[in-house]
């Protein structure tokens, strides 16, 4: 079936950098977006930013314009979301989420604590 | 940036209640409208996408309405696992914008 299986929790210091990965499979990686989406604890949901799989493009949020980055590699079906200069309000759920031309498939989530 | 509003926060129903949750946008979106549910600990879940259509295997009990600036969610007949909070989402321009979340809780 078709399914996004992100990497597992972090736990990282102030200043240093965080990379989530999502695996797609069931479906053909390149023919689909993958957003990545956010969720500090009480809040709503945050877009981050997406990739077309299929030629690479990205475009990201000006509220992390300048820490992150949306990278995939397609030989292994997977999307990567680096964010870096991490803040304790940083801490939250990171999701991948696929989309056609609406979001229907999300990832499990990644917690990502940011603590010193 | 679009900002989405939802209305109420939260609310408290019995099971079999007909239950309505609105969400406006700051500028029209025509129907470039998502509804998700999210379970306490668990990744959202797609329900409706262009405003009205039910994502494939969701129940008929819900059903999503609107266009333009003001969109509705109703679950005709509540069930035990509708218990969770749900969110909009415009995806007619980025960057992509959720409504806060309306709570729906047990009477």
């Known amino acids: 079936q078709v399914q996004l299986v992100q990497s597992g929790a972090e736990v990282e210091k102030p200043g240093a950098s965080v990379r989530v990965s999502c695996k797609a499979s069931?479906?053909?990686?390149?023919?689909?977006?993958l957003h990545w989406v956010r969720q500090a604890p009480g809040q709503r949901l945050e877009w981050m930013g997406w990739?077309?799989?299929?030629?690479?493009?990205?475009k990201y949020s000006q509220t992390f314009q300048d820490r992150v980055t949306i990278t995939s590699d397609t030989s292994a079906s997977t999307a990567y979301m680096d964010l870096s200069s991490l803040r304790s309000d940083d801490t939250a759920v990171y999701y991948c989420?696929?989309?056609?031309?609406?979001?229907?498939?999300w990832g499990q989530g990644t917690m990502v604590t940011v603590s010193s | 940036d679009i900002q989405m509003t939802q209305s109420p926060s939260s609310l408290s129903a019995s099971v079999g209640d007909r239950v309505t949750i609105t969400c406006r946008a700051s500028q029209g979106i025509s129907n470039y409208l998502a509804w998700f549910q999210q379970k306490p600990g668990k990744a959202p879940k797609s329900l409706v996408f262009a405003a009205s259509t039910l994502q494939s295997g969701v129940p008929s009990r819900f059903s999503g309405s609107g266009s333009g600036t003001d969109f509705a969610l109703t679950i005709s007949s509540l069930q035990p696992e509708d218990f969770a909070t749900y969110y909009c989402q415009q995806y007619n321009s980025y960057p992509l914008t959720f409504g806060g979340g309306t709570k729906v809780e047990i009477k």
């Open positions: 989420a696929r989309e056609g031309a609406w979001i229907d498939i």
């Open positions: 069931g479906y053909t990686f390149t023919t689909y977006a």
């Open positions: 990739i077309n799989a299929a030629n690479g493009n990205t």
